[in-house]
C-alpha cells in the first residue's frame, strides 16, 4: 500500500504552503501583501514556507548575490514574525521532491495551458524564443511546490491566481487520469484591498524590486533617514488631502499612501481620514514616517542582527527543509507508485 506521508492536521484549519522568492531586497509591498499575512494565518493552519530559489534561476541570477539574498529573504521573514519552530521555513532546492514532483506534473499539464499564462508573456517580452525553458514551465514547479505536500489552501497575490488555477487544473487532471484522489485542489487565500502597495514613485504601477528607481520602495532594510527621505520624495498631487473616499478618486498616489498607513496602523479608511483631516501633504508624509518606522524600525534591526550569524540561518533552514522533507518525500512516493514507477528493490 502506499503511504501519503502527511502529518495528521490536528486542530488546524488545513495545512498552507506559500512561496517568495530570494532575488532582491525584501520591500513594504512583500511585508503588507505577503509576510505580514502569513504570519496571521500561522496561527490557524499548518504552515510550510518556501524560498523559492529554482524559480529564482528561470531568469539569470548573480550566484554569490543569491546565496545573500536567500539568507536575507529568511531572516527578513523570521523578523517580520514567522515562526520557523511552529512553521517550516526552507529553501525550495534544499527539498528535492518539489523539482522530482515537478517532472511527472510536466508530463501531465499540456502546453496549451501554459501558453495562456499571461506572467511568462510579461516576462518573456518580445523576445520569447530566448527566454529558458525554466520560465515557461515556471508554473509546473510552482504546481509541484504546492501539491508536493498536499497543501489545502495557498495565500497568493492577485498576481498569482493564474498560477493557482493552473495548479487546481494540473492536480484534477493527475486525479482523473490516474483515477485516484491523490491531490486535494488547493484553495486561493487571496488578499483583501488595500494590500496592493504600489510605487511611491507611480501610484499605478506595484511597488516592485525590480523597478530601476530606489526611490519607488521602501526596503525592510532602510533606516529611518531612507525611510523619511523616500516619503518625502514620494509623488502626491496639487490638491488637498483627500477627506472623503469620493474624494480620492482618480488620485492614485494619494490613495497609495493613504492604504499604506491604514495597512501599517490596522486603521480603515474612514479612521485614516478622520486622523489626517486639515493636514499637508507634508505633514502626512512625516505621520507617515513615524508610522513606517515604528514597524519597520524592528524588523529592520532583528534582520540585520540575524544576517550576522549567516551560519545560524542555515541551520534554522536545514531544520526547515527536514520538517518539509519528512512530507515531500512520502507524497512523492505515493504519486510514483500510483504512476507505475518500479519501486526501488
Ligand atoms: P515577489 O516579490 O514578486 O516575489 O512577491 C513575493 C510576495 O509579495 C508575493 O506574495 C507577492 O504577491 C507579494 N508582493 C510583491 N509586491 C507586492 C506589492 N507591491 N504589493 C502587495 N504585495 C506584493
Ligand atoms: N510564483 C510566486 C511569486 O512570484 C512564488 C511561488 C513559487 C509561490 N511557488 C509558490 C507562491 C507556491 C505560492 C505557492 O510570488
Not at 31 to 54: H, K, P, S
Amino acid at each position: 500500500m502506499s503511504t501519503s506521508g502527511s502529518t495528521p492536521l490536528g486542530q488546524k484549519a488545513g495545512r498552507i504552503l506559500s512561496g517568495i522568492q530570494p532575488t532582491g531586497n525584501l520591500h513594504l509591498g512583500n511585508y503588507l501583501g505577503a509576510i505580514r499575512n502569513w504570519v496571521t494565518l500561522q496561527q490557524d493552519y499548518e504552515c510550510l514556507f518556501c524560498i523559492v530559489d529554482m524559480h529564482a534561476i528561470t531568469v539569470w541570477q548573480d550566484p554569490a548575490e543569491l546565496i545573500r539574498t536567500t539568507r536575507e529573504v529568511a531572516a527578513g521573514m523570521i523578523a517580520a514574525g514567522v515562526s520557523p519552530v511552529d512553521n517550516a521555513l526552507f529553501v525550495q532546492s534544499h527539498v528535492p521532491a518539489h523539482a522530482q514532483l515537478a517532472w511527472v506534473l510536466n508530463c501531465v499539464a499540456r502546453i496549451g495551458w501554459l501558453n495562456r499564462m499571461t506572467q511568462f508573456k510579461d516576462k518573456a517580452g518580445k523576445n520569447r524564443e530566448n527566454a529558458s525553458v525554466g520560465l515557461y514551465v515556471y508554473p509546473n514547479l510552482m504546481a509541484a511546490d504546492i501539491l508536493v505536500y498536499k497543501a489545502t489552501h495557498v495565500p497568493v497575490g492577485e498576481d498569482q491566481k493564474q498560477h493557482l488555477e493552473l495548479a487546481r487544473d494540473i492536480a484534477q487532471k493527475f486525479n482523473i487520469d490516474f483515477g485516484k484522489v491523490v491531490f486535494p485542489l488547493p484553495e486561493p487565500v487571496i488578499r483583501g484591498p488595500g494590500m496592493r502597495v504600489m510605487s511611491l514613485r507611480d501610484g499605478l504601477k506595484k511597488m516592485s524590486k525590480s523597478d530601476e528607481s530606489d526611490y519607488s520602495r521602501l526596503n525592510m532594510t532602510d533606516d529611518r533617514d531612507a525611510i523619511a527621505l523616500k516619503f518625502q520624495k514620494a509623488k502626491s498631487d496639487p490638491l488637498p488631502l483627500p477627506t472623503t473616499d469620493a474624494e480620492m478618486e482618480g488620485r492614485p498616489e494619494a490613495i497609495n499612501l493613504i492604504n499604506i498607513y491604514a495597512a501599517l496602523t490596522d486603521k480603515s479608511h474612514a479612521e485614516v481620514l478622520a486622523d489626517i483631516s486639515g493636514l499637508q501633504f507634508s505633514a502626512f508624509k512625516a505621520k507617515l514616517t513615524e508610522v513606517a518606522v515604528n514597524v519597520l524600525g524592528p524588523i529592520n534591526a532583528e534582520t540585520k542582527r540575524l544576517m550576522n550569524d549567516p551560519a545560524e540561518i542555515d541551520r534554522v533552514l536545514a531544520r526547515g527543509a527536514e520538517k518539509a522533507n519528512t512530507i515531500a518525500a512520502g507524497v512523492l512516493k505515493e504519486v510514483y507508485d500510483v504512476v507505475g514507477f518500479l519501486p526501488r528493490a
